[in-house]
């Protein structure tokens, strides 16, 4: 038998075992794994490599329209690009509906934005904020059918956060469809408070965003949404949490025995409240929600890592140039916290923190690295087997890691359109050489090859682990 590629003398692993062994590719597909697989148009030598099943990012946020004179920094091109030299094979980004707006022209717009474009594959969320008749009753159920099989839903911002009675509606049609629900859970009402008490008192400094929303109103929302969850009796994932408070609340939840799944973001590994506090605007470069906390949440979320009370790391990419009126420095930023643009780049750099921290540093295997960087997103997201490991008649979407190669984050390194990086002088070892997608390698040996329109839109199940437990009150 020939392949079109054999990736020789690495080393596999995925979320369940590691093993010494060739991977045979032929039309996009893994088609063998074995020794001495014959013989290949291509044999690449991987030797000393480890060979993982492609990062897949599932929250990030490409070409979103932001707000009056912001500019989101990466379209799904830049974004896409990043995100390979990251060695991510596949991104989960959101099309995002603004109020009164048809959810299928939304969809439509994304597509626009991201067909032919992309270096990795995508799929999108939705995001709801309209939960009208027409969206709730009849556009919604026939999007999920047609493979756009999650959504997201804010307890926060302007024009966004929907109401206890709004998110209950978009839960049950979720039920109904078997869709799953990612929830953004901060408490609205009382971020404008702390907001309006904090500008009165002068404190309008980006520092400033951090207690504008502190741990309570992140355990609240947390606790308010499983609560509501567990009426409609239907799954959810907490998106983003930043501390062991609301980490518990979702931890309770399971052993409750509800389907509660909860994600993590490196800024909550390796940032602080103190990254804020920076001279004049500098602290901007790192305003995101919820905000970094302090060294005892970064360990509480190692914990929900290691416990598997969070089992997807997403980099929560959601990039803003800092040095431009359109970006971090609008103007109105300058006159509070309130107006910077909220959020932080990171598809380039999610997989070597989680690796360096986490593995090299003992904290999970190598095998977990893989489960909670690819395989959990795959299977939560309905995209599971075909991607999130690496067997036979999976895509081949693969990132050639090397596991010793130390490497100082830095701005000069990025593949972004943001002008910083928040990781800025962290020290990692391990790093992704290449990225494969379907067969294809986008980045080689640290140099684009890809081409942009070589990443697809993939249309996905229903997730299996978005099926309701039966205990619903209604
Ligand atoms: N939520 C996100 O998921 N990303 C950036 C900003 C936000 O509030
Ligand atoms: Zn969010
Ligand atoms: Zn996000």
């Known amino acids: 038998m020939t392949f079109d590629t054999i990736i020789r003398g690495g080393t596999i692993a995925t979320a369940a075992d590691t093993v010494k062994c060739d991977v045979g590719i032929q039309g996009g597909k893994i088609t063998a794994l074995g020794a001495n697989l014959g013989e290949a148009r291509e044999i690449v030598d991987a030797t000393g490599h480890l060979v993982l099943p492609g990062g897949i990012d599932s929250h990030v946020h490409f070409a979103q329209p932001s707000g009056p004179g912001i500019v989101m920094a990466d379209d799904f091109e830049s974004g896409t690009r990043s995100a390979a030299f990251g060695g991510n094979t596949m991104v989960l980004p959101f ?25 990795v594959d995508v799929s999108f969320h939705l995001v709801i904020v309209d939960t009208s008749e027409r969206v709730l009753g009849q556009e919604l159920p026939a999007l999920v059918n047609d493979g756009y099989t999650s959504f997201k839903v804010f307890m926060t911002y302007e024009g966004m956060a929907l109401s206890d009675m709004e998110m209950l509606n978009v839960m049950a049609v979720a039920r109904e469809t078997g869709a799953l629900v990612m929830v953004h859970a901060e408490n609205y009402d009382a971020i404008r408070f702390l907001t309006d008490r ?45 501390n062991g408070e609301a980490m518990e609340e979702i931890r309770r939840a399971q052993q409750k025995g509800l389907k509660v799944y909860g994600e993590t973001c490196p800024q909550y590994l390796v940032l602080t409240e103190q990254d804020l506090e920076g001279l004049n605007m500098e602290g901007a470069k790192y305003v995101c929600s919820p905000p970094p906390r302090d060294k005892k949440s970064q360990s509480e979320c190692w914990k929900g890592l290691q416990q598997g009370v969070f089992s997807v790391f997403s980099s929560d990419h959601c990039p803003f140039r800092y040095d431009d009126p359109q970006g971090k420095l609008t103007p109105k930023g300058r006159t509070s916290f309130r107006w910077v643009p909220n959020g932080i780049p990171g598809v380039e750099t999610r997989l070597p923190i989680l690796f360096s921290e986490g593995v090299k540093k003992g904290r999970i295997s190598l095998n977990e690295f893989v489960a909670l960087s690819s ?63 379907r067969g294809r390698f986008v980045v080689r040996d640290g140099k684009l090859t890809g081409a942009k329109g070589d990443g697809e839109y993939v249309s996905r199940d229903k997730s299996p682990l978005a099926t309701p437990s039966g205990t619903g009150m209604f």
Not at 105 to 117: L, S, T, W
Not at 200 to 205: H, L, V
Not at 207 to 228: K, N, Q, V
């Open 95 to 119: 099309a995002v509906q603004q109020k009164g707006e048809s959810l299928r022209q939304v969809v439509k717009d994304y597509h626009a934005k991201a067909d032919g474009n992309c270096y």
């Open 375 to 437: 395989t959990n997103h795959a299977k939560t997201y309905g995209l599971y087997p075909k991607k999130g490991t690496i067997a036979v008649g999976a895509d081949a979407d693969i990132a050639i890691w090397d596991p010793d190669r130390s490497v100082t984050i830095s701005q000069s390194l990025m593949h972004h359109n943001v002008d910083y990086t928040p990781y800025e002088g962290i020290e990692v070892t391990g790093w992704p050489v290449s990225t494969m997608v």
């Open 198 to 242: 904090l500008e009165r008192a002068g404190k309008t400094a980006p520092f400033f965003h951090g207690p504008s929303r502190p741990i309570p109103i992140e355990r609240e929302a947390t606790h308010r949404a499983i609560s509501l969850a567990e009426l409609v009796d239907v799954p959810v994932m907490i998106v983003h949490v930043s």
